[in-house]
């Protein structure tokens, strides 16, 4: 029989990508959906026609237990989260409800329907559990590059989210015995990125002033460094997280670091634009606490799962332009999601 997966967070970037890969892996894809008019459901349906869908919320303990005992799992990926982080200064509580408690609400799903209880040791048949966690739980780094033994400072209420999510999972692993891992992911973008985070920022920018519909992008710190890569290379690493032997967190990145920068000259010139003609720096879009630099230190998942990216941070921010451009040239809309194939 096909092995089984439940996805939460199935209609954003790594959702979509995730259900592409773990369908090309013969897998009976399930995803989590909030609502019975979700636009982004139907959006996801003609991408991915192959996914079944399973109502839930992480807001709602019953629910998820409802869809684990429904799909009946042998993985589950916790996407789901409120994840750009400027919202999470704004919305502070919802931020830690979806992307810290809704953690705990799916561990305990699991649990209960799993039968396990405290002190349990063995992992055989077990449901495992993937939850995504971020680079942004390490903030003000302490070291650079960052590896899995890095201390955590976050600096948003995402960041605080999300290491509650990360040392929620460990303990469950070692509580319980249950095969539960997390991924720390670095930034990883593509063009199903959503319109308000940074990379498709600029890519956007660079496509409308290419096109004519716009004469200038507002931006706001530039010297803000991060390790980007792209997100179907990472979803990869998620899979190959619980299929290994026993469970253990990584840290996934390439290992190299690129301005905002950097990132905006390489989209102005995948568009044949000079950016400084075009980018104006703009004081009220800086964070209240900034993340200056991020970086990882893949060598973990490298070593122990054979994982490598294979997306240039060129190729990427080409890739992302050039989509972009199509995307406005047919007269799509960057805020409904259009920009999927």
Same mark, same amino acid.
């Given at each position: 029989?096909?092995?089984?997966?439940?996805?939460?967070?199935?209609?954003?970037?790594?959702?979509?990508?995730?259900?592409?890969?773990?369908?090309?892996?013969?897998?009976?894809?399930?995803? !989590?959906?909030?609502?019975?008019?979700?636009?982004?459901?139907?959006?996801?349906?003609?991408?991915?026609?192959?996914?079944?869908?399973?109502?839930?919320?992480?807001?709602?303990?019953?629910?998820?237990?409802?869809?684990?005992?429904?799909?009946?799992?042998?993985?589950?990926?916790?996407?789901?989260?409120?994840?750009?982080? =400027?919202?999470?200064?704004?919305?502070?509580? !919802?931020?830690?409800?979806?992307?810290?408690?809704?953690?705990?609400?799916?561990?305990?799903?699991?649990? #209960?329907?799993?039968?396990?209880?405290?002190?349990?040791?063995?992992?055989?048949?077990?449901?495992?559990?993937?939850?995504?966690?971020?680079?942004?739980?390490?903030?003000?780094?302490?070291?650079?590059?960052?590896?899995?033994?890095?201390?955590?400072?976050?600096?948003?209420?995402?960041?605080?989210?999300?290491?509650?999510?990360?040392?929620?999972?460990?303990?469950?692993?070692?509580?319980?015995?249950?095969?539960?891992?997390?991924?720390?992911?670095?930034?990883?973008?593509?063009?199903?990125?959503?319109?308000?985070? #940074?990379?498709?920022?600029?890519?956007?920018?660079?496509?409308?002033?290419?096109?004519?519909?716009?004469?200038?992008?507002?931006?706001?710190?530039?010297?803000?460094?991060?390790?980007?890569?792209?997100?179907?290379?990472?979803?990869?690493?998620?899979?190959?997280?619980?299929?290994?032997?026993?469970?253990?967190?990584?840290?996934?990145?390439?290992?190299?670091?690129?301005?905002?920068?950097?990132?905006?000259?390489?989209?102005?010139?995948?568009?044949?634009?000079?950016?400084?003609?075009?980018?104006?720096?703009?004081?009220?879009?800086?964070?209240?606490?900034? #993340?200056?630099?991020?970086?990882?230190?893949?060598?973990?998942?490298?070593?122990? !799962?054979?994982?490598? =990216?294979?997306?240039?941070?060129?190729?990427?921010?080409?890739?992302?332009?050039?989509?972009?451009?199509?995307?406005?040239?047919?007269?799509?809309?960057?805020?409904?999601?259009?920009?999927?194939?």
């Amino acid at each position: 029989m096909a092995r089984r997966a439940l996805i939460t967070g199935i209609t954003g970037q790594d959702g979509s990508y995730l259900a592409e890969h773990l369908l090309a892996q013969g897998y009976e894809v399930w995803g !989590l959906a909030r609502g019975q008019a979700n636009p982004r459901v139907s959006r996801m349906r003609k991408l991915l026609a192959d996914v079944q869908v399973v109502r839930g919320d992480l807001l709602d303990q019953g629910s998820l237990i409802s869809a684990v005992e429904r799909v009946q799992p042998d993985e589950v990926y916790n996407l789901g989260a409120i994840s750009f982080v =400027p919202m999470s200064w704004e919305q502070a509580e !919802l931020t830690a409800e979806v992307t810290g408690m809704g953690v705990l609400r799916m561990l305990e799903a699991i649990r #209960v329907c799993s039968g396990v209880s405290r002190g349990s040791s063995s992992r055989s048949g077990q449901i495992r559990f993937y939850q995504a966690s971020s680079s942004e739980m390490f903030g003000q780094v302490t070291e650079t590059p960052q590896n899995e033994r890095t201390g955590f400072h976050p600096r948003s209420p995402y960041g605080v989210a999300k290491a509650y999510g990360h040392f929620l999972t460990q303990n469950y692993r070692e509580s319980y015995g249950m095969y539960a891992v997390s991924g720390i992911l670095f930034n990883h973008e593509s063009p199903r990125r959503g319109a308000e985070f #940074v990379t498709r920022k600029v890519t956007l920018g660079a496509a409308r002033i290419k096109l004519g519909l716009a004469t200038e992008l507002r931006l706001g710190n530039l010297e803000a460094r991060r390790d980007w890569g792209f997100a179907g290379d990472y979803v990869r690493a998620m899979h190959l997280m619980l299929q290994a032997a026993a469970p253990e967190d990584y840290v996934i990145g390439t290992g190299r670091m690129k301005s905002v920068r950097d990132l905006v000259e390489a989209a102005f010139t995948a568009a044949g634009l000079d950016w400084e003609q075009y980018v104006v720096l703009d004081q009220t879009l800086h964070r209240p606490a900034e #993340v200056d630099l991020l970086c990882a230190d893949p060598k973990k998942a490298r070593v122990q !799962l054979g994982w490598e =990216p294979t997306v240039s941070f060129d190729d990427l921010v080409a890739m992302m332009v050039e989509s972009d451009l199509r995307l406005l040239s047919n007269g799509g809309d960057p805020d409904q999601d259009s920009s999927w194939p």
